[in-house]
Protein backbone atom coordinates (compact mmCIF):
# COMPACT_ATOMS: atom_id res chain seq x y z
CA UNK A 1 0.00 0.00 0.00
CA UNK A 2 1.11 3.48 -0.23
CA UNK A 3 0.49 6.17 2.61
CA UNK A 4 -1.29 9.25 3.30
CA UNK A 5 1.15 11.42 5.68
CA UNK A 6 0.61 14.31 7.70
CA UNK A 7 3.41 16.18 9.20
CA UNK A 8 3.10 19.16 12.01
CA UNK A 9 6.03 20.70 12.29
CA UNK A 10 6.79 22.33 16.08
CA UNK A 11 8.66 24.86 16.02
CA UNK A 12 11.86 24.74 18.42
CA UNK A 13 11.50 28.13 20.71
CA UNK A 14 7.73 26.80 21.34
CA UNK A 15 8.82 23.63 22.46
CA UNK A 16 6.39 21.81 20.95
CA UNK A 17 7.26 18.35 19.42
CA UNK A 18 7.21 17.65 15.88
CA UNK A 19 4.39 15.27 14.95
CA UNK A 20 3.76 12.76 12.31
CA UNK A 21 0.78 10.76 11.59
CA UNK A 22 0.05 8.29 8.18
CA UNK A 23 -2.71 6.06 7.18
CA UNK A 24 -2.05 3.25 4.37
CA UNK A 25 -4.00 3.18 1.22
CA UNK A 26 -4.50 1.32 -1.93
CA UNK A 27 -2.89 2.65 -5.05
CA UNK A 28 -6.48 2.33 -6.79
CA UNK A 29 -8.26 4.17 -4.05
CA UNK A 30 -6.12 7.38 -3.71
CA UNK A 31 -7.94 9.18 -6.58
CA UNK A 32 -11.11 8.67 -4.91
CA UNK A 33 -9.79 9.74 -1.36
CA UNK A 34 -7.90 12.90 -2.16
CA UNK A 35 -10.07 14.47 -5.58
CA UNK A 36 -13.37 13.09 -4.42
CA UNK A 37 -13.23 12.53 -1.09
CA UNK A 38 -14.35 9.23 -0.79
CA UNK A 39 -13.46 6.75 2.12
CA UNK A 40 -11.54 3.44 1.14
CA UNK A 41 -13.14 0.22 1.34
CA UNK A 42 -11.94 -0.79 5.38
CA UNK A 43 -11.99 2.39 6.35
CA UNK A 44 -14.40 4.65 8.45
CA UNK A 45 -14.28 7.98 10.01
CA UNK A 46 -14.62 5.79 13.38
CA UNK A 47 -11.04 3.85 13.29
CA UNK A 48 -7.82 6.07 13.91
CA UNK A 49 -6.27 5.57 10.45
CA UNK A 50 -10.03 6.64 8.52
CA UNK A 51 -9.83 9.98 11.45
CA UNK A 52 -7.04 11.25 9.72
CA UNK A 53 -7.76 10.34 6.00
CA UNK A 54 -11.04 12.50 6.84
CA UNK A 55 -8.89 15.16 8.68
CA UNK A 56 -6.58 15.50 5.46
CA UNK A 57 -9.69 15.59 3.04
CA UNK A 58 -11.29 18.38 5.07
CA UNK A 59 -7.69 19.45 5.18
CA UNK A 60 -7.54 19.57 1.18
CA UNK A 61 -10.79 21.47 0.77
CA UNK A 62 -10.68 23.93 3.35
CA UNK A 63 -12.37 27.45 2.29
CA UNK A 64 -13.84 26.11 -0.53
CA UNK A 65 -10.16 25.06 -1.91
CA UNK A 66 -9.42 22.40 -4.06
CA UNK A 67 -5.65 21.63 -3.42
CA UNK A 68 -3.51 19.73 -5.64
CA UNK A 69 0.02 17.93 -5.92
CA UNK A 70 2.86 19.92 -6.16
CA UNK A 71 6.22 18.48 -5.97
CA UNK A 72 6.82 14.67 -6.28
CA UNK A 73 10.64 14.11 -4.09
CA UNK A 74 12.30 10.33 -5.56
CA UNK A 75 15.49 9.54 -3.52
CA UNK A 76 16.92 5.68 -2.91
CA UNK A 77 17.05 5.30 0.41
CA UNK A 78 19.55 3.41 2.88
CA UNK A 79 18.67 3.06 6.76
CA UNK A 80 20.86 1.68 9.25
CA UNK A 81 19.51 0.72 12.65
CA UNK A 82 20.28 -2.33 15.37
CA UNK A 83 17.90 -4.73 14.95
CA UNK A 84 17.56 -5.68 19.05
CA UNK A 85 17.15 -1.33 19.34
CA UNK A 86 16.06 1.68 17.54
CA UNK A 87 18.54 4.20 19.92
CA UNK A 88 20.12 5.27 16.65
CA UNK A 89 18.03 4.80 13.36
CA UNK A 90 20.69 6.62 10.24
CA UNK A 91 19.10 6.72 6.96
CA UNK A 92 20.88 8.30 3.90
CA UNK A 93 19.14 9.50 1.01
CA UNK A 94 20.68 9.41 -2.48
CA UNK A 95 19.98 10.62 -6.05
CA UNK A 96 17.18 12.97 -4.65
CA UNK A 97 15.09 14.39 -7.26
CA UNK A 98 12.02 17.12 -6.90
CA UNK A 99 9.75 16.83 -9.84
CA UNK A 100 6.60 19.14 -10.77
CA UNK A 101 3.29 17.67 -10.52
CA UNK A 102 1.12 20.39 -10.96
CA UNK A 103 -0.31 20.20 -14.81
CA UNK A 104 1.46 17.25 -15.43
CA UNK A 105 0.25 14.43 -17.25
CA UNK A 106 -1.45 11.81 -15.45
CA UNK A 107 -2.91 8.32 -16.71
CA UNK A 108 -6.62 8.34 -17.01
CA UNK A 109 -8.12 8.01 -13.29
CA UNK A 110 -4.59 8.42 -11.37
CA UNK A 111 -3.58 11.16 -8.92
CA UNK A 112 0.09 11.96 -10.12
CA UNK A 113 2.41 12.50 -12.87
CA UNK A 114 2.57 9.72 -15.57
CA UNK A 115 6.49 9.50 -14.72
CA UNK A 116 6.34 6.89 -18.59
CA UNK A 117 5.46 9.88 -20.08
CA UNK A 118 8.29 12.84 -21.31
CA UNK A 119 9.67 14.49 -18.49
CA UNK A 120 11.04 18.46 -20.01
CA UNK A 121 13.74 19.77 -17.65
CA UNK A 122 12.12 22.45 -16.29
CA UNK A 123 10.11 20.00 -14.41
CA UNK A 124 12.73 18.64 -12.36
CA UNK A 125 15.35 19.47 -10.02
CA UNK A 126 18.76 17.10 -9.54
CA UNK A 127 19.88 17.80 -5.40
CA UNK A 128 23.16 18.18 -6.01
CA UNK A 129 23.97 16.41 -2.35
CA UNK A 130 23.12 13.19 -0.28
CA UNK A 131 20.61 13.47 3.05
CA UNK A 132 21.53 11.96 6.48
CA UNK A 133 18.96 11.73 9.13
CA UNK A 134 20.09 10.88 12.97
CA UNK A 135 17.26 10.00 14.57
CA UNK A 136 18.46 9.46 18.60
CA UNK A 137 16.12 8.00 21.57
CA UNK A 138 19.06 9.14 23.95
CA UNK A 139 22.05 10.85 24.20
CA UNK A 140 24.43 10.42 21.09
CA UNK A 141 27.25 7.98 21.48
CA UNK A 142 30.64 9.09 21.10
CA UNK A 143 30.77 7.57 17.49
CA UNK A 144 27.72 9.66 16.40
CA UNK A 145 29.31 12.78 17.79
CA UNK A 146 32.22 11.58 15.39
CA UNK A 147 30.24 11.12 12.18
CA UNK A 148 28.18 14.21 12.52
CA UNK A 149 31.35 16.34 13.91
CA UNK A 150 33.24 14.98 11.18
CA UNK A 151 33.43 17.67 8.71
CA UNK A 152 32.03 15.66 5.93
CA UNK A 153 28.88 16.98 6.73
CA UNK A 154 27.06 19.85 7.10
CA UNK A 155 24.13 20.23 9.50
CA UNK A 156 20.63 22.40 8.07
CA UNK A 157 18.10 22.02 11.09
CA UNK A 158 14.82 21.54 9.35
CA UNK A 159 15.47 21.19 5.86
CA UNK A 160 12.40 20.03 4.01
CA UNK A 161 13.11 18.80 0.28
CA UNK A 162 9.52 19.46 -0.22
CA UNK A 163 10.33 23.34 0.43
CA UNK A 164 13.19 22.63 -1.63
CA UNK A 165 11.78 21.85 -4.59
CA UNK A 166 8.63 24.35 -4.12
CA UNK A 167 11.72 27.22 -4.01
CA UNK A 168 13.21 26.53 -7.18
CA UNK A 169 10.01 24.93 -9.16
CA UNK A 170 7.62 27.30 -8.02
CA UNK A 171 9.26 30.27 -6.92
CA UNK A 172 6.29 32.86 -7.14
CA UNK A 173 4.27 30.50 -4.79
CA UNK A 174 6.47 31.51 -1.27
CA UNK A 175 5.79 34.62 0.31
CA UNK A 176 9.51 33.56 1.71
CA UNK A 177 12.29 31.47 0.32
CA UNK A 178 13.40 28.28 2.89
CA UNK A 179 16.15 29.56 5.34
CA UNK A 180 18.97 28.02 3.38
CA UNK A 181 18.44 29.98 0.44
CA UNK A 182 20.88 32.74 -0.27
CA UNK A 183 20.97 36.01 -3.03
CA UNK A 184 21.89 34.78 -6.59
CA UNK A 185 22.99 38.47 -7.38
CA UNK A 186 20.47 38.66 -9.80
CA UNK A 187 17.29 39.68 -7.58
CA UNK A 188 16.30 36.47 -7.01
CA UNK A 189 17.23 33.10 -4.26
CA UNK A 190 18.97 30.29 -4.72
CA UNK A 191 20.45 27.27 -2.42
CA UNK A 192 23.22 27.76 -0.54
CA UNK A 193 26.50 25.37 -1.37
CA UNK A 194 28.38 23.09 0.95
CA UNK A 195 30.60 25.35 1.86
CA UNK A 196 28.54 28.35 2.45
CA UNK A 197 26.47 26.25 4.49
CA UNK A 198 29.10 24.82 6.57
CA UNK A 199 30.38 28.43 7.21
CA UNK A 200 27.91 28.92 10.45
CA UNK A 201 29.60 32.23 10.48
CA UNK A 202 27.76 33.53 7.10
CA UNK A 203 25.71 36.88 8.72
CA UNK A 204 22.83 36.57 5.75
CA UNK A 205 22.01 32.75 7.23
CA UNK A 206 22.69 33.92 10.44
CA UNK A 207 20.80 36.44 10.17
CA UNK A 208 17.87 34.57 8.83
CA UNK A 209 17.81 31.77 11.50
CA UNK A 210 19.89 32.81 14.33
CA UNK A 211 18.90 30.50 16.61
CA UNK A 212 20.96 27.88 14.87
CA UNK A 213 24.09 29.58 15.06
CA UNK A 214 26.76 31.05 17.58
CA UNK A 215 27.99 34.37 18.83
CA UNK A 216 30.81 34.47 16.80
CA UNK A 217 31.01 37.09 14.26
CA UNK A 218 32.77 36.97 10.91
CA UNK A 219 32.72 39.41 7.38
CA UNK A 220 30.42 38.33 4.95
CA UNK A 221 32.39 35.52 2.77
CA UNK A 222 33.23 37.12 -0.91
CA UNK A 223 30.98 37.09 -3.16
CA UNK A 224 27.55 37.35 -0.83
CA UNK A 225 25.71 40.51 0.33
CA UNK A 226 23.97 39.92 3.61
CA UNK A 227 21.68 42.53 3.28
Known amino acids: PLFVERKVHGELWTGNKSVKERC ?30 ASIQSFLREGGKKQVPMVRTQYM ?31 EGDWCRDMA ?17 VKLQDEPA ?22 NGMALLY ?7 PWWFLPDGKGGMTPANFEEMA ?15 GEAKA ?8 S
Open 117 to 133: APLPPCDVVDFPYAVLE
Open 24 to 53: PIDQGDLSAALDLGRMPPGLTKDDKSGALL
Open 77 to 107: RSAYQEATSNAVRISIDTDLKMVRERGAPRR
Open 219 to 226: PAPAGRNP
Open 171 to 177: PSKLRNS
Open 199 to 213: DTRDPYLEKANPAFF
Open 142 to 163: PWVNELTEGGMLVAVPKFSKFQ
